[in-house]
Each structure stands twice: as C-alpha cells, then as structure tokens.
C-alpha cells in the first residue's frame, strides 16, 4: 500500500491530525495496535484549552461539544482549610477552559473517521519503521490479521504515546531525552454522582497529600488523591478513598462532596518528559509519544492537540502549498511551547503535592506560595494565563 502520510496511533493526536489531513485532501492511513474499543475504553483527560475546542471545530468534529462542554470561567485552589476561586476570565480578558472528557473526544474523532471513509488499521501488531532517513518512501511494516502487511509512505507520523515504537525507531545519537519522575501518583475514581463544583476544578494542597475535584458531566464526577506509586488499586476501597479525599479539602468542599460507587478506579503514575529533536528525516513526533505532563495543570491532551495543528499545518504545506517551511521548522516551534508548558506543569505539581523530604518546612512554604497567588494580581494573572493556554505560534 502507497499513501502519503503513515500515522502510528489513533489516540487524539492520530485522529486529531487524521481529520485535518483528510480536510485539506491529503492521503493517509492510520495504524493502531489497539482495538477500537479498547481506545475507546480508555479514562483521561478532562480539561480542554479553547485553542484545542477551537481545533476540533476546525476540522468538523465540534458539534457535540458545542452542546455537551461545560465551560469553565474559573478556577480553585484550596489549601489551609480555606478555597479561594481564581477567574480565568476577567485574570486572561475572556479566556476559559472547557469540561469535556478525552473519551468523548476520541469518540466524536472517530465517529468522524467513520464517515469519511479513509482506512484505519486496528489491532496491527510488530509495528516497525524502516527506511526513515533515505530518498524513498519509508516503510511502515506491521502484522494484521497474522499477515505482515507493508505500508510506503512520504511521512511517518508517530502519534503512539509515550510506549510507542516512533520515538524508539530514531538513532539514539539523534534523540536527547530530558525526564523528571515524581514520587507519587494519582488514585482517579470515575463515579455517577453530582460534581461537588461544577463550574471550577478544585486543586487542593493539603498536608494529607494533594487532591482534586473534578468532572465529566451534571451527573458524573471525576475525583483524584496523590497516593504512594507502591499502593495497588485494591488497597483503596470506595469508603477509604471518598474519606481521604474529604479529609484533604477544606470542610466547605467536603461537605459537599456526594459520594457513591465508583465504576472506575486507577492509579497513574506522574513523570515529566521531553524528547528532542521531534522530527527525524521523514518522521515526525506529536503528542505523549515526545512529551509527558503530569496531569496537575491539564496539559497532555491540549499538547498533543498544539502539536497536531502544527505538525498538520507543516504536511499540508508540503502536499498542497508545495511548501517546506513548515516541516523544517515544526520541531523548533512546537519544542518553544512544549517547553513552556511543561515548567507550568512541573511548577503546579510542587507546588500542590506533598514531597516525602520536604515535610512540614516544604508544606509552609507551599502555603506561603499559594498565599501570595490568592494576594498578587501579577502571579494569579500568571496562573491564569498558563492555565487557559499558552498561545500557538503559527509555522
Ligand atoms: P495516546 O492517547 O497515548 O495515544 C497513543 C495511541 O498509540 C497507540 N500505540 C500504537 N499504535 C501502533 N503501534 C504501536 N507500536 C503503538 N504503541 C501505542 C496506543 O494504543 C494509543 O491508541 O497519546 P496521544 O494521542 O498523544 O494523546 C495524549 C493524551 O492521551 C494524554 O496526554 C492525556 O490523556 C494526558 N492527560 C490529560 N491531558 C489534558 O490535556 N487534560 C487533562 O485533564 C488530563 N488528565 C491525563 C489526565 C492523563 C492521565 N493518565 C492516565 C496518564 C489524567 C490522567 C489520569
Ligand atoms: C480530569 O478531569 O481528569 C482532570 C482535570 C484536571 C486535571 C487533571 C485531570 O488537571
């Protein structure tokens, strides 16, 4: 098979930058290892940034967030009993951030992809890139159905997360790698109850640990505490887990949180990473297959979105505008961004999460911190601006 853009991955970023290349004509073919299902099943992301909202709408897939997102004009930290409300609105003039979960994100993309016709290959094992640097087409080689298949292509998108086979398939005197892991996770409970506030997530620092309120819909919350990366799921019954996040909020919050079964529980660890360069010879990186967040400022998707409208933007010059401009420079613009989000991740996380050596020093200093935030016009502007999103610059 001959196509002209080979895309590794059908997470958001594959089919985020799938539906912009089939919008402006351009030939590709996605191939993911997983099953549609099983993508679809998957739990994450919860907060959008208007440049991603608006990136969906672009490219036709915005119809049912238009109706179902909540936005979100606000924004809550919560530490030393008390909460107090930041507006993104009036702190970035009109900005805000949207509730709307990365499941029904990936489920309007694919619903999308769907309708268009253009082929998707899931559950392609072995998946290997070859022939990445030379004057021909590079190869995409996988298994499906127990056949290998071979797929030839002018580029290679990887768009296959942090586990994923692009990152790995550039030369290791190429890629320089930058990494940072915390020593906690996140224990995320899903459950069909009301969110305790569902018009600002609630961040809350705590000498407990860090905790965080957050939401899918009117009717379904989504919740998370920093827990030990040693703790197992079976450690935290639902009684132990809503009891714990009551005790990490401050008492107004806890009051009234509505707890009820959980229909999903899991622990996720926290690492910051970046990969450098994004581009070698015809392939290129987007999304968490270059770069981790930890999730504290909501950052991952809305990376991987940023990226895609670059890396989108770059390929179509080159096939319709007979431009290469974009695609000499994609790694360069996209890395100035990546970067600047990643130190609002990293900051946000120490700023929020109990450290096991800082003790209770490294806790006053937190509140001071945060003290200074809820007082000084300047950094809760700064907050804000970070939180709603940094903008895109165009290639
Ligand atoms: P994905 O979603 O990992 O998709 C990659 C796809 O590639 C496939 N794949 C392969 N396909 C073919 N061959 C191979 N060898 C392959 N290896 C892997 C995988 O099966 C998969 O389908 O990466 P992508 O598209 O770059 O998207 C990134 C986002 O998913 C991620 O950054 C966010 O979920 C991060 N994140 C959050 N981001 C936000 O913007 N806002 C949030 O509120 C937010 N909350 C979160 C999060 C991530 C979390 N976890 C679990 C890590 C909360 C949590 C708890
Ligand atoms: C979520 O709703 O899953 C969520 C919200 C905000 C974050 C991280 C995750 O910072």
């Known amino acids: 098979m ?4 080979a895309i590794i991955g059908a997470g958001p970023a594959g089919l985020m930058l799938g539906q912009m290349l089939h919008r402006a004509g351009v030939d590709h073919v996605i191939v993911e290892r997983q099953s549609a299902d099983y993508v679809m ?18 490219v036709g897939v915005g119809a049912r967030l238009a109706q179902e997102a909540l936005p979100h004009d606000e ?12 507006s993104l609105h009036q702190l970035t003039g009109g900005k805000r951030v949207w509730a709307y979960g990365q499941t029904e994100v990936t489920k309007d993309l694919m619903d999308a992809r769907a309708a268009c016709g253009r082929p ?9 890139l070859h022939d990445l640097d030379g004057d021909g087409p590079a190869t995409v080689r996988y298994t499906h159905q127990g ?27 190429v890629l320089k790698e930058f990494e940072k ?7 995320g409970v899903l459950a069909d109850v009301p969110p305790v506030s569902p018009h600002a997530i609630i961040y809350g620092n705590s000498a407990l640990g860090f905790s965080l309120c957050s939401l899918r819909s009117m009717t379904r919350s989504r919740y998370y505490v920093q827990c030990p990366m040693s703790d197992r799921v079976e450690d935290w019954s639902d009684a132990r887990f809503w009891a714990e996040l009551k005790a990490r909020v401050d008492p107004h919050t806890a009051e009234g949180i509505v707890t009820g ?32 967040v930890p999730p504290t400022g909501a950052k991952g998707l809305n990376l991987a979105a940023s990226d895609v409208r670059m890396l989108g933007q770059a390929l179509i010059s080159h096939f319709v505008d007979k431009s290469d401009a974009g695609i000499k420079h994609y790694s360069a613009i996209a890395l100035r961004r990546i970067w600047r989000t990643e130190r609002f991740s990293w ?6 999460h109990k450290f096991p050596d800082t003790e209770g020093f490294g806790q006053r200093v937190q509140e001071a911190e945060l003290d200074y935030l809820v007082n000084s016009p300047a950094a809760a502007t700064t907050l804000a601006e970070n939180y709603v999103g940094l903008p895109i610059e165009s290639l």
């Open 2 to 5: 001959r196509t002209q853009v």
């Open 41 to 58: 099943s998957r739990i994450r992301a919860g907060i959008l940034e208007q440049t991603t909202v608006d990136l969906l709408h672009e």
């Open 75 to 86: 924004l809550t930290l919560a530490f030393a009993g008390t909460k107090h409300t930041f």
């Open 120 to 128: 998707t290959v899931y559950e392609a094992t072995d998946v290997s």
């Open 147 to 173: 056949v290998t298949q071979e797929l030839q292509a002018d580029f290679v998108a990887g768009c296959d997360g942090f586990h994923g086979v692009a990152r790995k398939s550039m030369p290791s005197g």
């Open 181 to 187: 892991v915390y020593p906690f996770g996140w224990l």
């Open 261 to 292: 079964p959980s229909i999903e529980k899991s622990i996720a660890p926290l690492r910051s990473f970046v990969a450098e360069p994004m581009r070698w010879g015809k392939l290129f990186l987007a999304g968490d297959a270059a770069h981790i």
């Open 347 to 352: 900051w946000l996380t120490s700023l929020m």
